[in-house]
């Protein structure tokens, strides 16, 4: 199925292929923590972007594997390449149309230790 997302101000526009009945994370690092990104992670080929690319701004920190992308107009990321999947997508649910989305079921991770964690992302 097909998802239709975008930031807040409309700018930066995107699909992504999930099914109806998700399944998302909810990380505690730092950054996910501060801006309420709930994670759906899919490979790069699910993901289209519409229209914004030059609209973007990076951020990366750490390791710089990640690849943080914001809204330069709103401020919002509704998704990046990250850490644990560079090469995908991790989708911020929050930034989807709902219209289409059933069900989000939401499973937790310690982020705060990713290290040790990071085994259990899927």
């Not at 998700?22 to 699910?46: D, R």
Request: glycine letters at 6%; a positive charge.
């Amino acid at each position: 199925m097909i998802h239709h997302g975008s930031c807040h101000c409309g700018t930066i526009k995107f699909t992504v292929e999930a099914p109806a009945h998700m399944k998302a994370t909810l990380c505690n690092c730092s950054i996910c923590q501060m801006t309420g990104f709930i994670h759906l992670i899919v490979k790069s080929e699910a993901f289209t972007l519409l229209q914004g690319k030059d609209n973007l701004s990076l951020y990366s920190f750490n390791t710089h594997v990640a690849q943080h992308l914001f809204c330069k107009t709103c401020g919002v990321k509704s998704f990046y390449v990250p850490r644990s999947h560079p090469d995908g997508y991790s989708i911020n649910v929050n930034c989807l149309d709902r219209s289409k989305i059933k069900n989000i079921e939401i499973q937790n991770f310690d982020g705060q230790n990713w290290l040790e964690n990071i085994s259990t992302i899927t």
